[in-house]
């Protein structure tokens, strides 16, 4: 077949949603399909910055994304496409054609038959900013839908849509325990500068957390730069590497903090999860497809910065209990796997 999936610009740095794509895109490719990626330079109001025209401009002068992404290793049978506009003409022919923002899903849809059969892979309810009437659209647009959380599927029912359910997958091969789980406890975390990611609130506990227990290891990461606020004996990576992440932050941690207000998924905690770490995790939707209460997580009210830390108590004062989440965190893990997910992915595509 003949594949081609449809993303917002380019990004410099990892980001969970296009890692999902470029690991499918991989393995599409692995099973003789032809893959190609678009890259769509543009903002769903349609207005074209002039950080746009720049960003576009480096792109045809081989300055940006020419070949390749700096932060993931493609198989070499993808092809990139880095444009501006939305023009039928820069999308290849082919047998399936997927969008994968809610204003992507609209230009996918005006798209003609000759661009392939028309998806909608949705892996969040993208109304953060400010568009839910059109994002509640995008979702009733005549394209397949697929989503990859279950609460999702819900909301799909709740706008009187059908989706199909493929479950997101941890990369198995770059993030696994690489020490004992019966390491000296610690606490790992996500920086993020968007507030509903709920860095702030979950900085809050760990610094009550961090008081309370000196000797507890705070290990943090993120992209933005160190945050001026953070105790000096917290550690921040910056743009870590997966294996930075795998070795120095989850594979050294116990515990992981999920304090996001709403996740379509949560790669950053399946990741940890595959590496050994128990949760504590906000109600974010995204969680309750991994997380589960008395078997791997404690689940808290979104914002709930007290809850947060009353878990995080919980485990830190029962380590035996503490070991017990680990494990099954390993356990729950072992079963999101590019394999299983991908195969389901492809006979969707093949029309089933």
């Given at each position: 077949?003949?594949?081609?999936?449809?993303?917002?610009?380019?990004s410099?740095?990892?980001?969970?949603?296009?890692k999902?794509?470029?690991?499918?895109?991989?393995?599409?490719?692995?099973?003789?399909?032809?893959?190609?990626?678009?890259?769509?330079?543009?903002?769903?109001?349609?207005?074209?910055?002039?950080?746009?025209?720049?960003?576009?401009l480096?792109?045809?002068?081989g300055?940006?994304?020419?070949?390749?992404?700096?932060w993931?290793?493609?198989?070499?049978?993808?092809?990139?496409?880095?444009?501006?506009n939305?023009?039928e003409?820069?999308?290849?022919?082919?047998?399936?054609?997927?969008?994968?923002?809610?204003?992507?899903?609209?230009?996918?849809?005006?798209?003609?038959?000759?661009?392939?059969?028309?998806?909608?892979?949705i892996?969040?309810?993208?109304?953060?900013?400010?568009?839910?009437?059109?994002?509640?659209?995008?979702w009733?647009?005549?394209?397949?839908?697929?989503?990859?959380?279950?609460?999702?599927?819900?909301?799909?029912?709740?706008l009187?849509?059908?989706?199909?359910?493929?479950?997101?997958?941890?990369n198995?091969?770059?993030?696994?325990?690489?020490?004992?789980?019966?390491?000296?406890?610690?606490?790992?975390?996500?920086?993020?500068?968007?507030?509903w990611?709920?860095?702030?609130?979950?900085?809050?506990?760990?610094?009550?957390?961090?008081?309370?227990?000196?000797?507890?290891?705070?290990?943090?990461?993120?992209?933005?730069?160190?945050?001026?606020?953070?105790?000096?004996?917290?550690?921040?990576?910056?743009?870590?590497?997966?294996?930075?992440?795998c070795?120095?932050?989850?594979?050294?941690?116990?515990?992981?903090?999920?304090?996001?207000h709403?996740?379509?998924?949560?790669?950053?905690?399946?990741?940890?999860?595959?590496?050994?770490?128990?949760?504590?995790?906000?109600?974010?939707?995204?969680?309750?497809?991994?997380?589960?209460?008395?078997?791997?997580?404690?689940?808290?009210?979104?914002?709930?910065t007290?809850?947060?830390?009353k878990g995080l108590?919980?485990?830190?004062?029962?380590?035996?209990?503490?070991?017990?989440?680990?494990?099954?965190?390993i356990?729950?893990?072992?079963?999101?796997?590019?394999?299983?997910?991908?195969?389901?992915?492809?006979?969707?595509?093949?029309?089933?």
């Open positions: 077949m003949k594949i081609t999936f449809i993303l917002p610009g380019l410099r740095f990892p980001v969970g949603g296009y999902v794509v470029y690991q499918y895109a991989n393995f599409l490719a692995e099973k003789g399909n032809e893959v190609s990626i678009v890259h769509i330079e543009q903002v769903p109001n349609g207005h074209v910055t002039m950080r746009v025209h720049l960003k576009n480096a792109i045809k002068l300055f940006m994304g020419s070949k390749s992404v700096s993931f290793h493609f198989d070499n049978r993808v092809k990139l496409i880095f444009n501006s939305f023009s003409d820069n999308i290849p022919t082919g047998d399936v054609v997927i969008a994968t923002a809610w204003y992507l899903a609209y230009f996918v849809n005006d798209l003609s038959k000759s661009r392939g059969r028309k998806y909608y892979f892996q969040h309810y993208e109304i953060q900013d400010g568009y839910k009437n059109k994002v509640d659209q995008s009733r647009l005549p394209l397949k839908n697929i989503v990859i959380a279950s609460w999702l599927q819900d909301v799909g029912r709740n009187g849509v059908e989706t199909t359910l493929v479950k997101n997958f941890v198995h091969k770059e993030f696994f325990p690489t020490s004992s789980l019966e390491r000296p406890a610690a606490i790992s975390m996500l920086i993020h500068d968007q507030s990611k709920g860095s702030s609130e979950g900085l809050t506990a760990l610094k009550r957390i961090s008081k309370k227990y000196p000797q507890v290891k705070i290990l943090l990461f993120g992209v933005p730069d160190r945050p001026n606020n953070l105790p000096n004996n917290f550690e921040y990576i910056q743009n870590a590497s997966t294996s930075q992440l070795k120095q932050i989850y594979g050294q941690s116990t515990i992981f903090l999920f304090p996001s709403t996740e379509g998924w949560g790669l950053t905690a399946t990741e940890a999860m595959a590496c050994g770490n128990a949760l504590v995790s906000t109600d974010n939707g995204g969680v309750l497809d991994f997380g589960i209460e008395k078997r791997n997580a404690v689940i808290v009210p979104v914002s709930d007290d809850a947060m830390v108590e919980y485990l830190l004062d029962n380590p035996v209990e503490m070991r017990r989440y680990q494990v099954q965190s356990k729950i893990a072992e079963d999101l796997t590019i394999v299983n997910s991908g195969n389901k992915l492809l006979s969707i595509l093949e029309g089933d």
